[in-house]
C-alpha cells in the first residue's frame, strides 16, 4: 500500500483555513491526510478517491476552527456545502454530508453511500485512537501513515476540547457522536 502524500484539492481546500486553523493547521492537514491513506487502504483504491472524500476529508472536523466548537458536525457540514455550491455542482454535496455526518457514527452505517461512509469512519477511527484500532489494516501500514504525517499536537487539541467539553457540559461530553 502506497501511500499517499498529495492531492492537490486536499491541499488547496486545506490552504483557504490556514488563518482559521492558525497553530492547529499542520495537525489537522496531517490528521486528514493520514484518514485519505487509510480510507484508500481500507477500500483497496490506490490512492485514487472521489471528489466527495477527498472534500469530505477537508471539512469534516473543520467546524472546530470555524465555529469554535466541539459540536462541530453541523458547522463542518455547512462550510463543506459553501464550498460546494460556490465551486463545483450539487452533484457531491449528498455524499459529502452523509459522510461528515456520520464519521462519529458508532453503529455500523447503512444509508446511502455506505460504501465510502463506513470505511470514512473506519479510517478517521484508526487515526483517532492513534492506530490501537486499525479495522484489519497492517500494524506496520498504520505506523508508516503515522510517521509519513506526524500527528503535530492534533491529538492533544482534541484532548483539551474534550476536556473543556465535559467541564462546561458534562451531561452531553461527546456531542459530535451519534448512534
Known sequence: ??????YPLVDELLSAY???VSHDFTGYSNHVYRLLNFFAALTHSRGRLPDAVLIAAVFHDIGIWTASTFDYLEPSIAQAKRHIVTTRDDATAPEVTALIANHHKIRTYEGAFADSVQPFKQA????VSLGMLRHGLPRSYVSEVRNAFPNAGFHRRLL???LTQCVHEPLRPFPMLRW
Open 1 to 6: 500500500m502506497k501511500i499517499v502524500t498529495h
Open 160 to 162: 483539551g476540547l474534550a
Open 124 to 127: 478517521d477511527l484508526i487515526d
Open 18 to 20: 490556514s488563518g482559521e
